[in-house]
Every structure is written in structure tokens, then in C-alpha cells.
């Protein structure tokens, strides 16, 4: 028998594994100015699977105010570099407030500003250990393709939101965001150059190692 319902315990997971005082501060900011920022299981988790492949270069398309950018750095390798992609100056602006909170070595991380599909073609190819997804959801296709060209065999993708807030179970949802999801969980999953799972943390994460 495979149990399926269990509580909210994203308290008691929040608990269990404190965010520290960088982290603290930089959920504040981006409470201040509206921006979203993942809870602290996903940070948890996204850590984890950078850990898992020991990744010494990955990319981060939504910098925010800094949030999963210090649980992504955390998980890099000890002379990891991660390259993190927002459009938005002031998103980036409170971000480096967040690393230098944080302590975060300069080169560490790189900051670029700039349309993540704009951005993604300059990077180099089969380079990258993990490229994480969290910016415009009607990109997230997009964003795919990129990803499979930047990553390296047993590199791996990662998208935010995949849940839709739960709404990808609701067969009558049938909203913009939704159907996005659903059809790039579809892609994912089927796509035979990627092993996949979908990891019920936070909003979701749509995972992809590609063979």
C-alpha cells in the first residue's frame, strides 16, 4: 500500500533546517519589494541536488533577491561558480546585498542582467553541471532547449513551480501557467535523453539528468 496524503510540514521542515542570518535577511528583502523567493525545504533540496552532482559550474535564470541563489552557491562545489540571470537591475542590486551578507567570495558568483533567452546563447556549450529555472513560466520550453545544449552528460535541469499550486492535478484547470507545466512535465518525462521526477517541495521542482 503506497501512502499518498500526508500534512503541511513545511513548519516543521523550516524548523528542523533554519535559514541563517544571510538567508534571513535576504527573504526580508525580497518580501520588501514583492519578489518570490523559494521556501526553505526547496532551498534545502536545491542544494541536495547540486551537492549531487557535484557541480562546479551552474546557472540560476531568476536571481530574485538573492534566496535560491545562496542555497544553489551552498551546494556548489568548494571552487564551484554559479552564473545567475535576472532582467530586472534591482532585483540583482538586493542580491549582491544577499551574497555580501553571506560572505560569498567575489567570482563566486556572477551576476549578469539580461533576458535569460538572450542571455543563455552566450554561454558555453556541454559546460554546465546544473541550470536551474525560475524565471518566465511561458519560457520554461525554451528554456529546456538551452538547457540541454548548456549541460553536460549527467548534468542536470531544474524548473520551479512545477506544481502550478497544485493546479497541474486539477483536470478543470486549464489557466495559462497550468497548462504550461503540464505540458513541459509531458516533454520532460518524455523525453528519452532525460531521467525525471517531479519532487512535491515548496511549489514543486521538475527534475531532468540528462544520459
Aim: one cysteine or more; hydrophobic letters at 50%.
Amino acid at each position: 500500500m503506497v501512502e499518498t496524503a500526508f500534512p503541511d510540514v513545511s513548519n516543521w521542515i523550516a524548523d528542523w533546517q533554519p535559514e541563517d542570518d544571510a538567508l534571513t535577511a535576504a527573504r526580508a528583502r525580497a518580501a520588501e519589494v514583492g519578489v518570490p523567493a523559494v521556501d526553505p525545504a526547496t532551498g534545502a533540496v536545491l542544494r541536495l541536488l547540486a551537492a549531487s552532482v557535484g557541480a562546479k559550474a551552474a546557472v540560476e535564470l531568476g536571481t530574485g533577491a538573492g534566496v535560491s541563489t545562496l542555497w544553489l552557491h551552498r551546494g556548489l562545489a568548494a571552487d564551484g561558480v554559479l552564473t545567475s540571470v535576472d532582467s530586472d537591475g534591482e532585483h540583482q542590486r538586493l542580491a549582491k546585498a544577499s551574497l555580501a551578507d553571506a560572505g560569498v567570495a567575489s567570482g563566486r558568483v556572477r551576476l549578469i542582467q539580461g533576458r535569460a533567452l538572450e542571455v543563455l546563447p552566450r554561454l558555453s556549450e556541454s559546460a554546465y553541471d546544473l541550470v536551474f529555472c525560475d524565471a518566465a513560466r511561458s519560457e520554461n520550453a525554451d528554456y529546456l532547449g538551452a538547457a540541454l545544449t548548456l549541460l553536460r552528460p549527467g548534468g542536470m535541469v531544474v524548473f520551479a513551480g512545477a506544481l502550478a499550486g497544485g493546479r497541474v492535478a486539477e483536470p478543470t484547470a486549464r489557466d495559462a501557467e497550468t497548462v504550461s507545466m503540464r505540458e513541459l512535465a509531458r516533454t520532460v518525462r518524455d523525453d528519452e535523453r532525460l531521467t525525471s521526477a517531479l519532487i512535491p517541495v515548496g511549489t514543486g521542482l521538475l527534475v531532468g539528468v540528462l544520459a
